[in-house]
Structure formats: C-alpha cells, structure tokens
C-alpha cells in the first residue's frame, strides 16, 4: 500500500492510500483452470491462447516469446509464470486486443471503388475553416497518420501569375503549392504504400492550369499516376497502384464548349484584333477574358482560345479520377455509366438528403464510382460528422478535418485501424454484391442481429505514471468511470457507464456488458474513460476506438490515448471479448 498526501490548506493534508492492482477474480480463475498446479508451463500457456484467447494459430514458439518478454521482471521463475507474472503479461503489450503490428490482410486486387480510403478535408489548414494558418505540417501529419485522400485547394495569387492553395472566401492565409506537393512526395508512402489521392477544388485560368501541370508533373514524375484514357471503365486496384500518386479534380472547362468550328475561328480572329467577343460569349469565358487582361501573364501575347486548348491537353492528362456532376438533379448525379466510372462530391447535407429517397441508387453508385462526401459550410470550427451516414451506403471517401479531435474523428481513426493501418478497408460484401434480380443492399430496411458482442471491463492502471497527482481532483485521488459502446449504423449504436469508483487510482469495475450488432463489419468499438467532477463537465481520462471486426477475444488489455490520439505510456484496461451468436443468448 502506497500513502498519497493531497494539500487542502496550509493547516493540513488529506491522506489516501493507493493499493496495488491485484488479479480479478476472472483472471485467477483461468490460471487456474490451466496451471492446475500453480505454475503455468510453456505447453499450459499455449493451450490457454489456442482454447480461451481464441488464437487458432498460436505455436508454441509464441508461447515462448511470451516468456522470454517476462524474464526481465523480479516475478519471473524460470520453471513457469506464477499467478503475478500472468497477470502482468495479459496487461502487456503482448496481449493487446487489437495489435499495432497486424499486416494487410485484405485483398487489395480489387478495383479502387471497392474499398473505404481515409480521407482528409482541407488538408492543408492548422486549425478552424475561417481564419487558421495554412501549413504543410498538417499534410505530413496527415499521411504519417495513414491518411490516403488529400484535398488541396487552388486560387489564383493577388498578382494572378501563380497557383496557391487557400480556403477561399475566408481570412485564412495561403501556403505555396510546390511546397505541399514537395511535402506530400516525401511523406506519402512512409506508413503505406497503397495509393494517395490528391482532391484538387480548381479556381484557375488555363494559364495557371498549364503551370499547375507542369509543377506536378515535375515534382512527382514515375510516381505519378496518368490513365490513357478519360473514359476509364474500372478503376485499378490498390495493388496495382502501390506507391502512386492519383490527381482528381473536374476536367478544365472549355470556353467554346459546344460551338462550331466555324464560330470558334471568328471568335479566335476577334481576340487576336482585340475587339469584344460576342454577347453570347458564357459568363465564365468572360470572366476567365477579363482576368487574363488584368492579371496579363509572361508572355508576350495571350490567345485565350489557344492556351485554354493547351490547357485542355496538359491538364486533362494529370486527372487520373475525374470528377463533377453531370447537369440536373440529384437523379443524374447518381447515374452509372457503365462504359465509364467517375468521382462525385456530395456535403453531408447533400447526402442526409440523397438517403432519404435515394439509398439504394447511392448504393448502386458507389459499386463502381466513387462519392466523396465532406463537411457542411457551416462546420467553421473544423468539426466533423457521422461517418457511418457514407459508409453504410459505400462512400468511399468521407473526408474529415483532421486538424482537431473529438468523438467522430476518434471513430474515424478507429476505422482504419483496420487491415494494417494501411489507409484501405476493403468495403463488406453486402455493398458489393447484388442479387439475382440485380437488386442491392438497402440500408433504409430493417436488420436482423448477426452477432452479440460482451464486453468485461475489469480495471484500469497507469494514470498515477501519467498524470500528476493532482490532474483531476486537488483535494483527493480521481474518481472514475469507463464509457464502452458501439459506433455504427444507427440499429447498433449504443453507449453504457460504469459505476463510478471514487478516490482511486486503480479502479476495479468488474462489469460486463451486451451489445448486439446486426452490421458488426461496420462497426466500431468506443471506450472513454472519465473523472468524475460534481461541479462541471468530467475530466478526460483517456480513450480509443477499434475495429470491431478485428478484435481479438478472451482476457486483452487495451492502452488508451489522448485526445489528439497519442497513446499514453501506461493507462491501460483490462477487459474480455466474446461473440456469439443471438440464440445463444
């Protein structure tokens, strides 16, 4: 037993003890189940993680690695592990419910629209959408994270002779384009090989679309990825695509787009005399005309009709992805063609509304095509949204602010913890596939449970390594509490607390929950841990979301993060994980 002193005044202290975190119940009865003696075997342990921890293909080679991770430990005895030394190794990092080191396991032969991509929004902001700085940190930080999907936004410079990138319309300052490209070359592939994808938003002229171009191509060269055709049928496959850099953004616009040749020759003749083209010139081509005539570039002379054509050429042949929509309503954005796939940009808005007479076409959409989806306007805080609207109707690319944190972009990371934290999760079958009738997932209908997951939080550790003895309480030790639930389609979502343990530094819960999952390929599990404080909001104890259709059952640990999800060095859970199916229960 440890004394703690807590300050009240300068007359006198409070004095708590801190116990030492002992085996539960659950833990020395499994010890014993499987070292009848006492002393737990290297054969005994191996029929431990084959039997209880469900490690099928366990050796007894790890077996061995387990003991050999132990020996450093005073408890350690060379014969066996005793009860101490088991319970340390289930609170180790050998034991973890969802393991960092996991490879890629999907298979990623399958074309692109076939797979979840991490996607960031405003990829280049520090911090809220009206007036933070532009870096390129947040793009390194982004990528070095696993983020696959950058989006990058092109304004003309004051002077109109360059291409930056900036929120425009708002008081953020701009960041030099070479230096995000430069930035993303260099980190794009350190935490993955699969594919990035740059989201260009294009507010340029055909000038600065040619030297756009030429920026590009110069910085990425091999690993630039260039289609010969722009009426791709089928995407390529992640694998195929390793360690390539994609550009999506909307082909350039073509000022005479739809006119004869014959008009596009003396509109051509009249520019180059310099007189007025005619009234029915469109709204862009003239505001494109006299931007050119203010900003004027380098060259001597300037033909718009000329240089948008060059244009047209270098530009076209940097989009890999092609992106827009085609003219009308909702009902022709969500159109398939099949003799060619495309990307389509919804808002969150846009999509809430699309699902609520559309799912099923948005679903048909997403099977070849890819929907990105991203923040409203009005998320100027840099907030984020409900993932799972997208997903469960097959979005590929729900772009997040990654800049800050909250319980969103908390699931978000948690998602794609999955298959390797190599920033692709292959998409479940259900979204893939369609029936013999050519019909297709409804997410709109009513589903039957597939799986029930239980969950047994047993303790906590590690706040008294991490945190100073006054964090959460000047007066006493912390009072905590753990908040285990499930995000994921709205059928599964669900939250559930603990008691609340007082003044203590190790709480021991012991409590165990259901949660009955009909979509458990989409679904992730949530756990916060928090202080309670009687006179405001609960301090912040930790957290962390995984994978549900990655995690490993039996007895685990879990380390929890901060808020920005960097993993503490000791605060941890101890918890078990079992499935089973619903007439089981």
């Known amino acids: 037993m440890l004394k703690q002193n807590f300050k009240v005044c300068l007359c006198w202290r409070r004095i708590f003890k801190t116990r030492v975190v002992e085996p539960p119940l659950d833990v020395k009865n499994v010890f014993y189940r499987y070292s009848p003696g006492g002393m737990m075997t290297i054969d005994e342990l191996l029929r431990f993680l084959i039997e209880h921890q469900g490690e099928k293909n366990a050796t007894k080679d790890d077996a061995q690695a387990i003991f050999d991770s132990l020996k450093h430990l005073n408890i350690f005895h060379r014969r066996g592990l005793h009860l ?76 109109g002779t360059d291409a930056e990138v900036r929120h425009g319309g708002t008081l953020t300052p701009p960041v030099d384009l070479q230096k995000c490209l430069q930035a993303i070359k260099e980190n794009a592939f350190t935490n993955s090989e699969y594919p990035v994808v740059i989201t260009f938003e294009d507010h340029l002229n055909s000038n600065l679309q040619i030297k756009v171009a030429k920026m590009v191509k110069e910085t990425f060269g091999e690993m630039l990825y260039c289609t010969k055709s722009e009426n791709l049928e089928e995407f390529p496959s992640p694998e195929f695509l390793k360690k390539k850099v994609l550009i999506s953004t909307k082909p350039p616009k073509e000022y005479l787009e739809g006119q004869t040749i014959e008009e596009k020759k003396r509109k051509k003749s009249k520019s180059r005399a310099g007189e007025d083209v005619s009234e029915n010139e469109s709204a862009t081509a003239r505001n494109e005309r006299q931007n050119s005539r203010q900003n004027p570039p380098d060259e001597a002379e300037h033909v718009p009709d000329e240089d948008e054509e060059k244009a047209v050429n270098q530009y076209r042949e940097l989009i890999a992805i092609h992106a827009g929509k085609l003219k009308g309503g909702l009902e022709n954005w969500l159109s398939d063609d099949p003799k060619k796939v495309r990307r389509l940009s919804l808002s969150e808005q846009e999509l809430e509304n699309a699902t609520k007479t559309h799912g099923t076409k948005i679903v048909r959409f997403t099977q070849r095509n890819l929907l990105r989806v991203y923040p409203k306007g009005i998320r100027l805080d840099s907030s984020n949204y409900n993932p799972f609207v997208g997903w469960m109707h097959g979005a590929q690319m729900v772009a997040f602010n990654m800049q800050g944190y909250g319980k969103h972009l908390w699931v978000m990371k948690g998602m794609f913890k999955a298959n390797g934290g190599c920033g692709y999760v292959k998409k479940p079958d259900f979204l893939l596939h369609r029936g013999p009738n050519d019909e297709v997932f409804n997410p709109n209908e009513e589903l039957s449970v597939k799986t029930v997951m239980t969950v047994k939080v047993f303790l906590g550790e590690g706040w008294h390594q991490d945190f100073h003895h006054t964090a959460f309480d000047r007066y006493s030790p912390p009072d905590f509490y753990a908040r285990i639930g499930i995000a994921g389609i709205p059928a599964d979502r669900s939250l559930k607390e603990t008691e609340i343990i007082e003044d203590e530094w190790l709480p021991v819960w012991n409590e165990e929950f259901e949660f009955l999952l009909r979509v458990p390929e989409l679904a992730v599990l949530r756990i916060e841990v928090l202080e309670y404080d009687t006179t405001g909001r609960p301090d912040f104890g930790g957290q962390t979301c995984l994978p549900v259709s990655e995690l490993r059952t039996g007895i685990r640990t879990v380390p929890l993060h901060n808020k920005k999800g960097d993993k503490y060095k000791h605060v941890r859970l101890l918890l078990s994980i079992k499935f089973g199916l619903p007439y089981d229960f």
């Open 84 to 159: 101490e030394a088991f319970f340390r190794y289930l609170l180790g990092d050998h034991n973890l419910v969802h393991p960092p080191s996991q490879k890629v396991h999907h298979d990623m032969d399958a074309p692109l629209a076939h797979y979840f991509l991490f996607t960031g929004h405003n990829s280049y902001l520090t911090g809220n959408q009206l007036s933070s700085p532009s870096s390129v940190e947040p793009i390194k930080d982004a990528l070095l994270k696993g983020v696959r999907a950058i989006e990058l936004d092109l304004w003309p410079n004051s002077k």
